[in-house]
């Protein structure tokens, strides 16, 4: 039997208080500060090294024409614009400015993408402040061609609908002439087709750039902020770590040389 004054019978040797583990903090206490600074250092020297990048972004507004009830549509669709650019456009440009500027490859990638419901076409890269100049030179180049492009197709609508406006023109002369009970008929429905072809004339509008290159207001990616905060963190856990690691191994030291 145990009376109150014997010792538990069941007593390990092998446990540690909390008064031991703060003890050996406090022992320790170098070791830890030391390896603290030495991870937020190196934390603080690789966030300051970190190019901070930006989102580029382009926009263009494709040609567009009338389709009636107020509403407007592209003279080509924007999934064709699209298309056009990422297998036509985007390896020759991509090309020619790498010539330009003498390098390998580009530190960049160009994406492009229709908002869904809109005539616009992005044109978004994210890069550097330092390779700015480059971005720009890429989407001015991009640009440049799908404009030329819906140039050419916006002046060959216009050519077609002024031939349909001058047969139309010709047909409503020669219906002004003509006499009988159709006679009417025929001249309305002619100003009706002279005025439809007009209007359509008059809505066509050329594709426009809206801006090129403009550079997102926040930098992408992990900001300088977190990856020292992470740092911080991280310096914390292996401080304490590297405490009890070195106690461990003062005490094994002094287990061997008892030996």
Request: hydrophobic share 45%; aromatic share 4%; glycine share 4%.
């Amino acid at each position: 039997m145990t009376t109150p004054n014997s010792p538990y019978p069941y007593q390990n040797d092998d446990e540690i208080s909390l008064v031991d583990l703060t003890k050996i903090l406090i022992h320790r206490w170098k070791a830890m500060v030391l390896v603290f600074l030495v991870v937020v250092l190196g934390a603080l020297g690789f966030a300051l090294m970190q190019d901070r990048t930006y989102h580029y972004t382009s926009i263009y507004e494709v040609a567009q024409r009338s389709i009636g009830s107020g509403s407007d549509a592209g003279l080509e669709s924007p999934a064709a614009v699209v298309a056009k650019i990422n297998s036509l456009y985007l390896g020759p440009t991509t090309r020619q400015l790498r010539d330009q500027a003498e390098v390998e490859r580009l530190p960049f990638d160009v994406n492009v993408s229709n908002p869904q419901d809109t005539l616009l076409i992005n044109v978004t890269s994210e890069a550097s402040e330092n390779d700015q100049e480059l971005v720009l030179a890429m989407h001015t180049l991009l640009l440049e061609r799908v404009e030329q492009n819906q140039q050419r197709l916006l002046e060959r609508t216009r050519e077609n609908l002024e031939r349909q406006l001058e047969r139309a023109e010709r047909n409503l002369q020669a219906a002004e002439r003509v006499e009988g009970l159709r006679a009417a008929e025929m001249l309305v429905s002619h100003m009706e087709r002279v005025a439809n072809l007009q209007d359509r004339l008059t809505q066509l509008n050329e594709g426009q750039v809206v801006q090129v290159a403009i550079q997102s207001l926040e930098p992408t990616g992990t900001s300088r902020s977190l990856i020292l905060a992470l740092g911080i963190v991280l310096g914390g856990i292996l401080a304490l770590m590297a405490a009890f690691l070195s106690h461990f191994a003062s005490l094994v030291r002094l287990s061997l040389n008892d030996e």
